[in-house]
């Protein structure tokens, strides 16, 4: 999930109540049904009054709720799956400290870091066949201290869309978009050659797969594959000339990359057959089947000569709460019942990108290809970090390559963003 929308949370609820009791035995178990949530004290949602509640989002709940009511139905127990559209980590955290959590609730794997700061989650116990079931990459992203914390359902990365109709080759560099997307924008075909996220404020996550391929890092990485914090790579030499690479393409270079364009209109330009390419997520590709744009789904090119070009990966999750009120059907439930090729089908049939489990992964992809396209861009992909400090790294990295692409000075400008990061880390 995109930056803008990793912490989403609101409190419109989907219950699905699957068994009520009366003389201490179960009656039939009665239909879905939806009603509004209650407002916890603290102001946020309430734990319905169920057995087994699981937090989730609109999409994801279309597949968890029929599986969630036949799991009810078999165990005997009430079942209840609210749909939290806003502030779904923080309200998470808050509600489990209180005693008045869900079970369960689907969030992407940076959800960890301050989950476990908090203590908010339980280690699952999946066994080394359940692992291996799964891409590396997503057992990875929801692992720490030797402990698995989360099941994995489906991951989501940045790749490049192509107007195949303006552009009929991928181009191999960064160098390459640039040069046919301007020559489609001289011929008239469109009248840009890409659209990617800058806006006002600046995207980080947008700007990652160009600032990694330039030889820029947000942080080293230890001998294990994992962020060294202490060794911020925001104002260094490296990062510099990554930022010099950026600027090249900016308002003052190429015009490639311009602040015009934002989270709000960025797949829209492309959809309306305006930009020869674009830079975006599994997100956009309704939008781009529904416009009937001739499109092909490529690895975001590095520059020339430089390294991968590296996307951030977001895997999304089913997590334990550690405050569950029945842990061991909660515990069932993630790694028994959604631990399956069927239930992770309905996942992606509901909520599509690319499963991570990789029997469902090689039958999706065989009937629908881009699904295939979207996974292969995800192979020099680096891991959302988690860290609770990273709210403080995001908008100052950000607004940082805003300026950049307006015309600042990058040496200038990174090093002093280096100095904003290094303070939000030295603080966690």
Partial sequence: ????????????????????????????PAPASASAAAAAPSGGPA??????????????????????????????ITVAVQVIAADLA?????????????????????????????????????GAADLEAYEQSAIASVSRNGQVW??????????????????????ATVEELVSTGQAAVRKGTVK????????????????HPFFTSAGGSLFAMDASGQYDTTKVGIGSPESI???????????KGSKVLSRSIDGSNAIAQFTAGNAAYLISGPWALADIRKSQLPYDITPIPPFQGGKPAAPFLGVQAFWMLSNAKNPAFAEEFVTKTMNTPEAMTAMYEQDPRPPVRTDVLATVSAQDADMGKLAAGARNATL???????????PPLGQAYATIVGGADPASTMTKTGRTIESAVRAK
């Fill in 384 to 394: 959302l970090p988690d860290f609770p400090f990273m709210a403080g790294v995001w």
């Fill in 241 to 251: 000339a990554a930022a010099k690479k950026i600027a090249a393409l900016g308002e």
């Fill in 192 to 207: 840009r050659a890409l659209s990617l996220p800058v806006g006002q404020e600046g995207d980080a996550y947008h700007m």
């Fill in 90 to 126: 923080a309200n998470a955290i808050t509600a489990n400290q209180a005693g008045n959590g869900p079970d369960i609730l689907t969030l992407p794997n940076d959800f960890l870091g301050g989950a476990l700061q908090n203590g908010t989650v339980k280690p699952l116990s999946l």
């Fill in 1 to 28: 999930m995109r930056l803008t929308r990793l912490l989403a949370v609101l409190a419109a609820t989907t219950l699905l109540p699957t068994a009520a009791c009366t003389s201490g035995e179960p009656e039939a």
């Fill in 47 to 76: 734990r319905e009054n169920a057995d087994l509640v699981i937090w989730t989002s609109e999409a994801a709940s279309r597949a968890v709720t029929p599986i969630a009511q036949r799991f009810g139905q078999e165990n005997g």
């Fill in 150 to 171: 989360a099941l994995p359902y489906g991951m989501e990365n940045l790749v490049l869309y192509r107007n195949t109709k303006a552009v009929p080759g991928a181009p």
